[in-house]
DNA sequence: TCTGGGGTCCTAGGACCC
DNA sequence: TCTGGGGTCCTAGGACCC
């Protein structure tokens, strides 16, 4: 489903349709003072909208059109990068909830034809057709169809479907024909649609594989698939050689996995400018605490408890660190979180600036298969050290 | 003027137990 | 006393994905 961020963000500015426009970024002001002087977003002209020219800050871009696709810009490249690609780039902030909603609404329609989906993220499932009613007919051609249409009548999005025998063909098939197209692959085009790609296709071969691929003189997945198991294994190890070699000769026996549990979640947050743990102390400190509650508010909403409390660094130099510890018992209280990451904090070197810090809680339960073990957490500290004691004093630096 | 945020999975070493 | 497995849990880092 690609460019599903820059659909949905973009049906509410039909203005802007075939210009370039990247959408992603930092928090923008300019961006309310705009339509609050035009009132209805599709009265906005196309010149009063910010241009990446003018841009300031060190986001990346979520997405992009294709018309801002043609210079180069994409997905996850800094904002500044793409400034100088494509300085006359409309800029557009996202808006999370809407995209949220289009999602719940796009997953809802294909539950509703083919219930057998996986969630792959915010605009990205698999389906399993075999038992639907006539998946089969024209090779899932006509399934795919009327899964395409309906989504479009109820969202006004397109999309692109890959049907193929298994997940790992589907989604090299899905990017065949973009936007809004369907490629059927069978096991008989592994030779001519497959096998030309470069191994980068594969979903989990990425940058560092690759590169290690280029070195060792393989570049396409036919070259990649005409190398014994055993070299491949050599080089890359046991679990990853046998799988690389399986992926090329478009071998995959993954399930549709249609209900998962989430194994931790996280916060973090990157700096609008990089900030020194001893003279930017109680800033920090405020946004580590917040970084907390809104771990602890997204455990208690969803209704997970979890064990491991693990912080995240990153310096000035990009380079990252972290630290994480497993407590007795379970929790989903901020100042329980808070204080456990507040002594991880003092295991880390805090003698450069941060770009970023991040809190996280792992190894989740339920909160009710949890709340057997953890009756009263409030009080539970650190297992070495249960002595209550006031958050703030016990850290040196924050 | 580089490089977001939220995740999953894997590996590898050490502790500890049997 | 020495040697040697195996299994599980914990921690840190890294690759990868959307």
Redesign the pocket.
Known sequence: MDAFFASVELLRYPQLKGLPVVI?G?RRPADDALAQAYGASERIPVEAFPRLRDYV????I?TATYAARQFGVG??M????A??LCPQAIVLPVDFDEVRRYSRLFKDTIMEIAPLMED?????VYIDFTEVPGGQREGGRSLARLIQRSIFDRTGLSCSIGVAPNKLIA?MASEFNKPNGISIVHDSDLQTLIWPLAC?K?????????A?LLALNIRSIGELAACAPDWLIQHF????GAWMHEAAWGRDDRPVITH???????????FERDLHPVRDRSELGAIFTSLCE?VAA?LQRKGYRG??I?IKL?YE??????????LEQTTDDARTIRQAAGQ?LK?VPLDRRL??L?V?V???LKAGAAADDARDDDTAALSPDPAPQPAAPSEQLF
């Open positions: 992603g930092g800050g060190r986001g990346v979520t997905s996850a800094g904002m500044m990068k400034a100088r792959r993220g915010v605009d990205e989604k980068r594969i979903n989990g071969i990425g940058p560092k594989s690759e290690k190890g046991q679990a990853t998962s549990e989430p194994v931790s979640m996280s916060r973090e947050t990157t809104r997204d064990r491991t693990g990153r130099d990009f380079r990252s660190l972290t630290r994480d510890q497993t991880l295991r770009r970023l991040g996280r792992g190894s989740l």
